[in-house]
C-alpha cells in the first residue's frame, strides 16, 4: 500500500481522529507527505462526509500535540533521547546549531516562521526543547503557525478539488484550450525563472 493509499485508508476508517494521528506524527517531525493527506481530506469535504472547521481544528491539534511532545523529549530526555529518536529524523546537528541562533535572535517566533519553511521545520521543533526555550511562548507561535499553514493547505486543497471537478465537466474544447493555456503559463514562467538566475550567475 502507498503512502498516498494508507492515508486515505487512515481518513476514510478513522475519520478525524485519523486525521489527528497523522497530524500529530507530522507534528513530532517525521517525514510524511502530508500534503497527500489533506489532498484525501479535500475530497471528502467535497463529499460532506467531513467539514472544513473541524478538519481545522482536528489537523491544528494533532500537529500542536506532536509539537509539544516533541518539546518535552527534548527539554527532559535531553540528547541522548534525541539522538535515538533522529535515527527516524534525520536532522543535521548544524542544523540544530543553526536554529539555536535564531532563537537567541528571534525567540519562539522562530517556531512559527519555521512552520512555513521545511528545512527548518523539525530541526526547529526539537530544538526548543533541547535549549529550554519558554513552554508558553514556544506553545503559543507553534499554535498560530500550525493553525495558519493548517488553514492554507486546507482553502488550497478544497479550492484546487473543486476547480479539478469543473473542469472534468467542461466541454473537451475547453479542456484542450486550458490545458494548452496552463503548459504555456508555466513555460514562460519557468523561462523568466531560469533567465533571472542564469543572470544572477546562480
Not at 475519520?15 to 479535500?42: H, S, W
Not at 506553545?139 to 503557525?145: E, M, Q, V
Not at 469543473?166 to 503548459?183: C, D
Amino acid at each position: 500500500m502507498s503512502i498516498s493509499q494508507y492515508a486515505y485508508q487512515m481518513l476514510y476508517s478513522y475519520g478525524y481522529y485519523g486525521l489527528f494521528i497523522i497530524l500529530l506524527l507530522e507534528g513530532l517531525g517525521l517525514p510524511l507527505p502530508i500534503q497527500l493527506a489533506f489532498m484525501a481530506t479535500a475530497y471528502f469535504i467535497h463529499i460532506n462526509t467531513m467539514d472544513v472547521l473541524t478538519v481545522i481544528v482536528a489537523a491544528t491539534a494533532g500537529n500542536l500535540s506532536g509539537n509539544v511532545i516533541a518539546y518535552y523529549l527534548g527539554h527532559y530526555g535531553g540528547k541522548p533521547v534525541f539522538q535515538k529518536i533522529n535515527r527516524f529524523l534525520g536532522i543535521k546537528n548544524e542544523d540544530i546549531n543553526r536554529i539555536k541562533g535564531w532563537f537567541d535572535k528571534y525567540g519562539s517566533i522562530t517556531n512559527m516562521i519555521s512552520r512555513w519553511i521545511g528545512i527548518t521545520r523539525t530541526p526547529a521543533i526539537w530544538a526548543a526543547g533541547l535549549f529550554k526555550i519558554d513552554f508558553f511562548s514556544y506553545a503559543l507561535f507553534s499554535f498560530i503557525g500550525d493553525l495558519l499553514w493548517t488553514v492554507f493547505w486546507v482553502e488550497l486543497f478544497t479550492r484546487a478539488h473543486s476547480y479539478v471537478n469543473s473542469f472534468l465537466y467542461l466541454p473537451f474544447e475547453y479542456k484542450v484550450f486550458g490545458l494548452i493555456f496552463i503548459f504555456f503559463l508555466v513555460y514562460i514562467s519557468w523561462r523568466c525563472f531560469f533567465k533571472v538566475f542564469r543572470n544572477k550567475g546562480i
